[in-house]
């Protein structure tokens, strides 16, 4: 009984140990993204379409498994309806026409797939690639930081049926609950789609379990409103792949992004963004600014030659924060990067903004440089104030393969960090 006893205790100490050592980025005692998730959505076979999907929305619609939809055009949710997708439903999504699929303010879309049967919307080109299809939007009256409290998105859509914001914090737009977004992010005048809008969206909102491959745009934005997101994964955008504005109040977990060297915008690409507004006249300062707590983060760049990468200018920041905003960042893995973080060069380097933005046990791992303001190369008061060791962040200088469980595996990647590795590196 005695060596029973014994047994158990040494089977939960590795237990609760592989827990305590792999609490920062994302976490679970199995790989989550297992099952659900596809790293090769290029050379999937989805079917061929055998029903259109096109046109206003206007009454209680669902959409079944044993059907695959062409989304064409801009096709409106709307008139306080439910769009309801089956698990395992695939949608192609038309490239000639920009396909969009807009929930309207007061409609909803419940698309809850499973993780054995998870819901797809794909392009529907034989070769496909970045931004051949619109993208989800997906609008509701929770609380913007914009005058009049509310406005309208763009990308070339009627503006009457695009409006968001209100005072409804705990409005419900739905479920998106294990889907795939694959390809979207389609240019427009202005700018390009984004593969996940979510504006105006309150907390009763379930936002989970989402996969955005290859999106020509963002990958997840939000526009205001307060929601709690978990189990998101960005893979390969070329643009940012969780932006947040207009007063977002969010709290975003045990999520992943995964950047490629080779895939950036313009202007460059970041893996969290966060602002309260793209002009300044545009915001009333009365109203909540943007403020994300992102807790159990993996933002990993997965170059096979990061230094070189680094050197030649391909890889920039992962988190870019911008003044009147605030963000707590803890247990979070910020890997191959240049810097981790950049601050708004308006930002004030003053305790009342290093109070608003916190990095706390996070894990930066092979980044030239850790936390930099904007056009300023001397760090040396960021870095004294976030190495302080009451904010227990650790510094590392390891390859992928050798910080993560399984990245290598194309198939299913494991971003897990090793067990032991936070242990084994060292803080400066």
């Known amino acids: 009984m005695k060596n029973f006893t014994q047994i158990i205790g040494m089977f939960l100490l590795v237990i609760f140990s592989a827990n305590a050592q792999q609490e920062k980025g994302i976490t679970g005692l199995n790989n989550w993204l297992n099952n659900w998730t596809e790293f090769k959505s290029n050379k999937a076979d989805y079917g061929e379409a055998n029903q259109i999907l096109a046109g206003n929305i206007t009454a209680n619609t ?69 931004g051949d299809w619109g993208g989800i939007i997906v609008l509701g009256d929770a609380p913007i930081n914009k005058f009049g409290s509310v406005s309208s998105v763009n990308f070339d859509l009627d503006p009457l049926q695009t409006s968001y914001g209100g005072t409804n914090s705990g409005c419900n737009s739905g479920i998106l ?59 390969k955008s070329s643009n940012d792949d969780f932006k947040f504005n207009y007063g977002a ?73 911008a003044e009147n905003t605030s963000l707590e960042c803890k247990r979070t893995v910020v890997s191959g990067f240049n810097p ?36 300023n190369s001397n760090n040396e008061d960021l870095e004294n104030w976030y190495g302080n060791s009451i904010f227990s962040n650790v510094y590392a200088k390891s390859d992928n393969k050798e910080t993560f469980i399984d990245c290598l595996n194309e198939k299913r990647p494991d971003y897990r960090l090793r067990i032991g590795k936070i242990i084994a590196s060292s803080v400066d």
Do not use: H
Not at 187 to 215: D, P, R, W
């Open 62 to 130: 669902k959409l079944y498994k044993k059907n695959v939809y062409l989304l064409q055009g801009s096709v409106y949710v709307s008139n306080n309806a439910i769009l309801t997708i089956e698990p395992g439903t695939v949608i192609l999504c038309d490239s000639e026409s920009k396909a969009a699929l807009i929930i309207t303010k007061g409609a909803s879309l419940i698309a809850d797939g499973l993780e054995t049967d998870p819901i797809v919307f794909t392009s529907n080109k034989s070769f496909k690639k970045a």
């Open 177 to 235: 609950r294990y889907v795939r977004i694959e390809f979207a992010g389609a240019k427009v005048n202005g700018g390009n789609f984004n593969s996940l809008l979510l504006a105006g969206i309150g907390n009763k909102t379930i936002i989970e379990n989402i996969m955005v491959s290859y999106s020509g745009g963002d990958s997840f934005e939000i526009y205001g409103g307060e929601l709690n997101l978990t189990k998101l994964i960005s893979f």
């Open 249 to 321: 109040q969010c709290n975003i977990s045990n999520s992943l992004a995964i950047r490629s060297s080779f895939l950036s915008s313009k202007l460059g690409s970041r893996c969290l963004d966060i602002a309260s507004y793209s002009k300044r006249e545009e915001v009333d300062f009365s109203k909540k600014q943007t403020s994300v707590v992102a807790t159990n983060l993996t933002l990993v760049n997965n170059s096979d030659n990061i230094n070189a990468d680094i050197e030649s200018g391909l890889i920039k920041e992962a988190i870019y924060v």
């Open 340 to 375: 981790a973080v950049l601050l708004d060069s308006k930002m004030e380097v003053n305790d009342a903004n290093l109070n608003k933005i916190k990095f706390e046990q996070m894990y930066f791992n092979f980044c030239k440089g850790n936390i930099f303001t904007e056009f």
